[in-house]
């Protein structure tokens, strides 16, 4: 890889990845995809978009690493919808998501920038035996690959692989398997990945099987950290976990919270515990509901008619749900060998404090191993949290909530 194709983004002014000294004009977009862009008011280009969605139109592979919430989805939208001929009526671009929240979110931004344009977005989902006609389809990793090798002569004229959450993709062995298999499909087709997160692991994929990319990185682990999201510590005996929980969120002026636990087991638990105090929650689970449920619940969650919402790290990448100003951690995300997870804590986080705005951060300390996993967090992205009682959490959040607006 030639250095030349390296670009390092530069956090060291906070506002300066939600916004860029350029402008939509600058990026010389189609007239019906910049007044949709003006329709959802969308003023200026976000870093990320200035840097890739030009260079999307122009077919160039992209690997492209930027801060939660600073506009990933609609830079890879905009740049493929502005490379797509409407007038070619064949499948130009697939969009590879790993779970189905984020697929039908990805499904939704690009139907709504493709309004009125003669594109045509489907979406496949799981037990769909056809490919619906279209210009950009989106789906999970694995029902693209059940759904192309039946279908094999939809994809001969495709241009562009985009894997959203690419290092998620890239890393797990089952992900990594179908994702393969897709590249194989088209090999010469366009690659864009993107994530807030990327491991050596993928970075090493990358070198090796993307010709000549453009790479968009920050260097600095402490510059992945959100400057406007507070993080705070708040310690209890294990026994007590659920009703410290319980007492945070009955305590403090809630929009939307969001909280993740590790296991479908602590999961139940806590719903169980929480119901029984009368306190009306919501849960997003694989197999605890059906998937019409599950869409039923994030329509809830983006319309702020959800105040609490329990789950796992089903809904820790990727989904933008504009409402939530807290995140509480029951317990840090752990990886392989009960390791912790540093990159799944940073997009937990990352679901508050989105484009900007203020959000806060509740880890439960409630043993040896949790307090020796949050010093570890600490140390990996160089940023102290504060110790607190729940008053200094309500009092935080009552500031944070002049940024939320429902």
Same mark, same amino acid.
């Given at each position: ?43 200026? #280009? ?30 890879f939208v905009i740049g493929a919808l502005n490379r797509i001929d409407k007038d070619f009526a064949a499948l130009q671009v697939v969009c590879i998501s790993h779970t189905r929240e984020l697929n039908q979110q990805n499904f939704n931004v ?18 769909? &035996?056809?490919? *619906? ?39 797990? *062995? ?12 088209? #090999? ?24 000549? *990319?453009?790479?968009? &990185? ?68 694989a197999d605890r509901m059906t998937e019409e449920v599950r869409d039923q619940v994030i329509e809830k969650v983006r319309r702020g008619e959800v105040k609490v919402l329990l789950t796992t790290n089903l809904l820790a990448r990727g989904v ?11 317990? #840090? *995300? ?16 990352? &679901?508050?404090?989105?484009?900007? &705005? ?25 940023? #102290? ?22």
């Amino acid at each position: 890889m030639d250095s030349s194709d390296v670009i390092h983004i530069n956090n060291g002014e906070a506002d300066s990845v939600y916004s860029s000294e350029g402008t939509w004009d600058d990026l010389m977009l189609k007239p019906k995809l910049l007044e949709n862009i003006q329709k959802i008011n969308w003023a200026t #280009p976000t870093k990320i978009q200035s840097l890739t969605v030009l260079l999307i139109t122009q077919g160039r592979n992209i690997a492209a690493q930027s801060k939660n919430g600073t506009g990933k989805t609609g830079a890879f939208v905009i740049g493929a919808l502005n490379r797509i001929d409407k007038d070619f009526a064949a499948l130009q671009v697939v969009c590879i998501s790993h779970t189905r929240e984020l697929n039908q979110q990805n499904f939704n931004v690009f139907t709504t920038l493709a309004e009125n344009t003669g594109i045509i977005v489907g979406i496949i989902k799981k037990g769909d &035996r056809e490919v *619906p006609k279209c210009h950009v389809l989106c789906g999970t990793q694995g029902t693209l690959v059940n759904i192309f090798r039946a279908n094999q002569n939809v994809i001969r004229d495709l241009r562009m692989f985009i894997y959203d959450e690419c290092d998620i993709l890239l890393t797990h *062995p089952g992900n990594l398997e179908s994702i393969t298999t897709l590249r194989s499909c088209v #090999p010469n087709a366009q690659q864009i990945l993107f994530s807030a997160t990327f491991t050596e692991k993928v970075w090493e994929f990358i070198t090796i099987n993307i010709q000549n *990319p453009t790479t968009i &990185r920050i260097e600095k682990v402490e510059d992945l950290n959100l400057d406007n999201v507070d993080q705070f510590l708040l310690e209890c005996e294990e026994h007590e976990k659920e009703t410290k929980i319980y007492e945070v969120i009955s305590s403090v002026s809630l929009k939307t919270c969001i909280v993740f636990l590790n296991t479908k087991r602590h999961l139940d638990s806590l719903h169980e515990f929480l119901t029984s105090k009368g306190y009306k929650v919501h849960v997003i689970a694989a197999d605890r509901m059906t998937e019409e449920v599950r869409d039923q619940v994030i329509e809830k969650v983006r319309r702020g008619e959800v105040k609490v919402l329990l789950t796992t790290n089903l809904l820790a990448r990727g989904v933008d749900l504009r409402h939530i100003n807290m995140v509480i951690n029951a317990e #840090p *995300p752990e990886g392989e060998k009960r390791v912790v997870d540093y990159h799944t804590y940073l997009h937990r986080v990352g &679901r508050t404090g989105r484009f900007g &705005r203020r959000g806060v951060v509740v880890n439960i300390v409630s043993d040896q191993r949790s307090r020796q996993n949050y010093k570890d967090i600490e140390a990996y992205f160089r940023k #102290p949290f504060l110790k607190a009682d729940l008053d200094a959490i309500a009092s935080t959040l009552e500031q944070v909530n002049e940024d939320y607006s429902i």
